[in-house]
């Protein structure tokens, strides 16, 4: 579970969302999640995000990326095959 998380702005939210807690933007110490209503808030615009549906974008993030990786290599058998 890792990506970093960007604020419908466009800002940059978090560096990495993992199980454990989130990574500020530009490294850092590991900020823990207290509790599993904990959010964090864009520095730009101000909007909060809880870290539940931070957390389902990472992994949503990490689903495309797979997916990705499978039409890449489905395009590369076929161009194999033709
Ligand atoms: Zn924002």
Same mark, same amino acid.
């Given at each position: 579970? %890792?990506?970093?998380?960007?604020?419908?702005? $466009?800002?940059? &939210? @978090? *560096? *990495? /969302?993992?199980?454990? $807690? @989130?990574? +500020? @933007?530009? $490294? $850092?110490?590991?900020? +823990?999640?207290?509790?599993?209503? !904990?959010? @964090?808030?864009? =520095?730009?615009? &101000?909007? %909060?995000?809880? /870290?539940?549906? &931070?957390?389902?974008?990472? *992994?949503?993030?990490? /689903?495309?990326?797979?997916? =990705?990786? &499978?039409? !890449?290599?489905? =395009?590369? *058998?076929?161009? !194999?095959?033709?």
């Amino acid at each position: 579970m %890792t990506g970093q998380i960007s604020c419908i702005c $466009g800002a940059a &939210l @978090v *560096e *990495e /969302v993992t199980d454990r $807690g @989130v990574r +500020p @933007v530009g $490294g $850092g110490a590991l900020i +823990p999640f207290r509790r599993t209503t !904990d959010y @964090v808030m864009c =520095e730009r615009c &101000l909007r %909060t995000y809880d /870290v539940r549906s &931070l957390m389902a974008r990472a *992994e949503s993030a990490e /689903v495309i990326e797979s997916l =990705e990786q &499978l039409a !890449d290599s489905a =395009e590369q *058998e076929s161009s !194999d095959s033709a």
